[in-house]
């Protein structure tokens, strides 16, 4: 069962809805383009994880789409009244929190805001467990196209997946799990949902790698969170251009978002790559450490 939980101005905590009856507008825009911004996020025993750190990249997609962006206290008050009704229905159960913004209906001028509470899927555990087959797509840009054309909103978070989803369809029709997206200059960007983590273990330094944000990707919420445990913990760090020779030449490869959290990479294109349980284990306890 899915809660869902309305920002409106007449419930200060959040208007409560039935998630199985119709709650939008046919016209809204969200709907009919695809014009709006989310999140998602993970929250365990009622508290959701890295909340600040997703409200603060949200608000960045809304400036970039000019949305107007609902105040962090509206936010929070309606996710303390989604996350209160999950648990009353699902004790215990982790949930997928997401945080949807949309135009709204159109000519209205006044943008529809809403917080989606939903039981974690089983697959998630899976794919952490037994790692991802994925395959290179060219997303068909190169990696510097987002200083240039920054209307293509490369790096924002929108409602508009339709390539995403896609994306990973088309894995999943060819035998694979996932996706790692390439620029038309062959640079390594992100997954059509997670952020792309290498580590390389060199004469006892162990550094992890990240691509570069100014190729156009999306700032990883879960994977700058790691970064910050494992550079405490005595990593070092490094961040892009890096191409697809990296991601075959690593000790390990991982998928990382706030949901599934860190899957390892198994194979790219069909040629195996090493898997450290190990390396993966480490990383996996740093990413709880700052969830």
């Excluded at 999140?39 to 949200?58: C, F, I, Q, Y």
């Excluded at 400036?63 to 996710?79: G, V």
């Excluded at 390396?279 to 709880?288: G, I, M, Q």
């Amino acid at each position: 069962m899915t809660v869902l939980v309305f920002l409106d101005p007449a419930f200060p905590a959040g208007r409560v809805a039935d998630a199985s009856k119709p709650q939008l507008m046919a016209t809204d825009l969200g709907v009919t383009r695809g014009d709006g911004v989310f999140e998602s996020m993970l929250a365990v025993d009622g508290h959701p994880r890295k909340l600040a750190m997703h409200l603060e990249r949200m608000a960045s997609s809304a400036a970039a789409l000019q949305l107007d962006f609902p105040s962090s206290a509206l936010w929070e008050a309606a996710i303390t009244t989604a996350l209160a009704e999950f648990e009353r229905v699902h004790s215990g159960v982790p949930a997928v929190v997401k945080l949807m913004l949309t135009r709204g209906p159109e000519g209205a001028g006044v943008p529809t805001a809403w917080v989606a509470a939903s039981p974690v899927p089983d697959s998630t555990a899976k794919q952490r467990e037994e790692g991802l087959d994925v395959l290179l797509l060219d997303r068909g840009y190169d990696s510097s196209v987002a200083e240039r054309a920054p209307w293509l909103l490369l790096g924002s978070k929108t409602l508009s997946y339709a390539v995403n989803m896609a994306a990973i369809r088309f894995a999943k029709q060819h035998g694979a799990d996932d996706v790692i997206f390439t620029s038309s200059d062959g640079k390594v960007l992100e997954g059509p949902t997670s952020t792309v983590v290498l580590a390389v273990v060199e004469d006892g330094i162990k550094t992890l790698l990240t691509p570069e944000l100014e190729s156009g990707i999306l700032p990883g919420t879960t994977q700058s969170a790691l970064f910050a445990a494992a550079e405490n913990a005595g990593w070092q760090l490094g961040y892009g251009p890096l191409e697809p020779s990296h991601l075959m030449q690593a000790d390990g490869v991982w998928l990382i978002s706030s949901i599934r959290l860190l899957a390892p990479v198994k194979s790219v294109d069909g040629e195996p790559l090493p898997v450290s349980a190990e390396l993966t284990a480490e990383l996996s306890a740093l990413v709880e450490t700052v969830l």
